[in-house]
């Protein structure tokens, strides 16, 4: 038996950074309790000698000081373990280290091998920016809000911002197939609307309709999106599973660019000693499922998320993972015009927006609103980006 | 269009508790922010007067003080917001709430009429027990572990198990399709050990085997599983998201007890401050999927869970809730002999433990060793439960 695992195990190993918090004393012993839960998950005792022991298990490659009472551990872990889901992928690298309250996944490390399994996102930055003709500037995003309007009334929206010049126009991710909004004559009323700003404006504005839902559901909405003529695709992985993300994005029949949405996916994040860093769940995770554009909060309006934590989160979307294209971080939070500059001095040009709905009221008008903002986006986003 | 959003809502509303910590004034504010931002997620004033601003909107409908700096916010919605889906009905109460750093869902309350539409369990626990003849006592699990063994090393493990007159033998969650333990080969060889093992006892004995995975394979699995003659299927909904479960659980073609296990769901409950309430996650929400069983961690084993947690916990898996069928916790974490009066005392008979593999070795053997711990919650189990 035990030579028989062995021919199976390559020695190829997959590294993951945790933060511990805690004593030095302390978080040594959790780094290894860790490689045993994550793992076998069983005493030591019963496990027979060999490959087991030597290669199943977790390993601690590196153990680090980062600040007082903060730990990092390096820990490794045999590729053969997964199998190219997200949901396989998580269960190995923090399944029950979920419910430990002082350990916090801070970043995975997937070698080229393991990555080749993984096809990632199907456009990515330079896709989507091909995809609207926009090769520079940060990318451009309104909102069909609020819940409660009816298509007609949204499609009525979704015209005014394709005719002020943003490059995509999705759902709000409350929008699902409600009576008084039923999805499919959403989709088709929008889908007309924003085409029909396009002709005016000789550009090309994508309509991202939200699509979140179980699995049939899901691919039925996405289908008829397509077929429908809709640009994009909005999804919620916290409300439906990473590899559904992932599923749509392999789906030729699909084809379209997905935008990930983080409902529910803030309580991974909102203890800084436990659940996974904003770079992992906002970055690393919707890039390997297949995200071409993954939303998350701006600072500084009431969520969990710091200006630092966008700095990572951003860097996570574009940095070498394989031969997986970099993605838009999406910064989303009642932006208007007042933080223009200083997102765009934070983000540089390799950002997508997401318009805050106070512009519908804005004493400009939407139209009008919408230009001056994707101006001033392209305007700031040229100066160097303020660490 | 007002006129016409007015008809598609029946006044009926669902209320949800949320604790909130800071101070009175804080948590108040707070609590208005909530029901903007998990319906409409727009400022006040972009909202058409009439029924958006008077029904869609979220409505705080209690405001308590329950203990220094904690807060119990009673908020409703309108239950046209909901469609009988996991995803939707937590996208409506915690989707962008779970960005926050002070915001804890704490309880759902769903009126009789949205139950209607959540079949939930198809067997609950009288079903359960009917399945493997018990009647009375605490069901008790065997686990197939460690990670590396080969099919058959497992098959004998699980023979073991169902001699010593366990009620379940399930797969470890690590337990995917790996090379060295490839799926189908396990599930046929561990159904037949077991099924040997039920014709030598005369009891019945269910294998079930882990099926999590993208909702392709997880139904291509669970099908295999229910040809094979497994006798359940153990998901982690934490990885493939509640409406997989739900999905399955609702499936005709497949029809077998469902175990949830808690894999990555910790990070919902490991802030007190945020997230989910251990009730919630381990309680009402695998119940409203359709759960049969619900896997969570018992006290003192180093997880973020406490005595009085694993006791809410049971509580939700049976209170009243339409016509839901009550469902086993499910307890576990190193579970040995020395644990067995504690538990039995606590859960009382309306329990599935869980058996820690530390039973592998125990000094009387595996089957003599399942056979004593059957025997000891079933007789500890009959002492009335201790607050």
């Given at each position: 038996?035990?030579?028989d695992l062995?021919s199976?195990?390559?020695g190829?190993r997959?590294?993951?950074?945790?933060?511990?918090t805690?004593?030095?004393?302390e978080?040594?012993a959790?780094?290894?309790v860790?490689?045993?839960e994550q793992?076998v998950?069983?005493?030591?005792e019963?496990l027979p000698?060999?490959?087991?022991?030597e290669?199943?298990l977790?390993r601690?490659?590196?153990f680090?000081s980062?600040?007082a009472?903060r730990?990092?551990a390096v820990i490794?872990y045999?590729?053969?373990l997964l199998?190219?889901?997200?949901?396989?992928?998580?269960?190995?690298?923090?399944?029950m280290?979920?419910?430990?309250?002082?350990?916090?996944l801070?970043r995975?490390?997937?070698?080229d091998?393991?990555?080749?399994?993984?096809?990632?996102p199907?456009f990515?930055?330079?896709?989507l920016r091909?995809?609207?003709?926009?090769p520079?500037?940060p990318?451009?995003?309104?909102?069909?809000k609020?819940l409660?309007l009816?298509?007609?009334d949204?499609?009525?929206l979704?015209?005014q911002f394709?005719?002020?010049?943003v490059?995509?126009?999705?759902?709000d991710?409350?929008?699902?197939?409600?009576?008084?909004?039923p999805?499919e004559?959403?989709v088709?009323?929008?889908?007309?609307?924003?085409?029909?700003?396009?002709?005016?404006?000789g550009r090309?504005c994508?309509y991202?309709?939200h699509?979140?839902?179980?699995?049939e559901?899901l691919?039925?909405?996405?289908?008829?999106?397509?077929?429908?003529?809709?640009?994009?695709?909005?999804i919620?992985p916290?409300?439906?599973?990473?590899?559904?993300?992932?599923d749509v994005?392999?789906?030729?029949a699909?084809?379209?660019?997905?935008?990930s949405?983080?409902?529910?996916?803030?309580s991974?994040i909102v203890s800084h000693e436990?659940?996974?860093?904003?770079?992992?769940?906002?970055?690393?995770?919707p890039?390997?499922?297949?995200?071409?554009?993954?939303?998350?909060?701006?600072?500084d309006?009431?969520?969990?998320?710091s200006?630092?934590?966008?700095r990572?989160?951003a860097?996570?979307a574009a940095e070498?993972m394989g031969?997986?294209?970099?993605i838009?971080?999406t910064?989303?939070?009642?932006?208007?015009?007042d933080?223009a500059?200083?997102?765009?001095e934070?983000?540089?040009s390799?950002?997508?927006?997401?318009?805050?709905?106070?512009?519908?009221?804005h004493e400009?008008?939407l139209?009008?609103a919408?230009?001056?903002f994707v101006?001033?986006?392209?305007?700031?986003?040229q100066?160097?980006?303020?660490?």
């Open positions: 038996m035990s030579a062995s199976h195990l390559s190829l997959f590294t993951v950074d945790y933060h511990l805690g004593t030095e004393a978080t040594r959790n780094a290894e860790l490689c045993i793992t998950e069983a005493p030591l019963i000698a060999g490959p087991i022991r290669q199943v977790g601690v490659e590196n680090t980062c600040a009472c730990h990092e490794s045999p590729v053969e199998d190219g889901t997200c949901a396989q992928l998580l269960n190995v690298v923090f399944g280290s979920s419910l430990k309250p002082s350990i916090r801070a995975l490390h997937l070698p091998e393991i990555l080749k399994g993984w096809p990632g199907r990515g930055r330079a896709g091909r995809l609207v003709g926009v520079q500037r990318l451009v995003c309104g909102v069909l609020p409660g009816a298509p007609a949204l499609a009525e979704a015209y394709a005719l002020g010049g490059d995509l126009v999705k759902d991710q409350g929008l699902a197939d409600h009576s008084f909004c999805f004559e959403r088709a009323r929008c889908v007309e609307a924003v085409a029909r700003a396009n002709q005016e404006t090309i994508l991202v309709p699509v979140t839902g179980p699995w559901a691919r039925r909405r996405s289908l008829f999106a397509k077929q429908a003529g809709a640009g994009g695709l909005l919620c916290g409300l439906v599973g990473f590899d559904t993300l992932r994005a392999r789906d030729e699909i084809a379209l660019p997905i935008v949405h983080p409902a529910l996916l803030g991974f436990s659940g996974l860093a904003p770079s992992v769940v906002f970055g690393q995770l890039r390997l499922a297949g995200a071409d554009a993954s939303i998350y909060p701006i600072y309006v009431g969520y969990a998320v200006r630092e934590d966008c990572v989160v860097f996570a070498p031969a997986l294209k970099p838009f971080p910064a989303a939070g009642r932006m208007g015009l933080r500059r200083e997102m765009s934070l983000y540089g390799e950002v997508l927006f997401i318009l805050g709905s106070g512009l519908q009221r400009e008008g139209v009008k919408c230009r001056t101006d001033l986006v392209a305007r700031f986003s100066q160097p980006a303020k660490a």
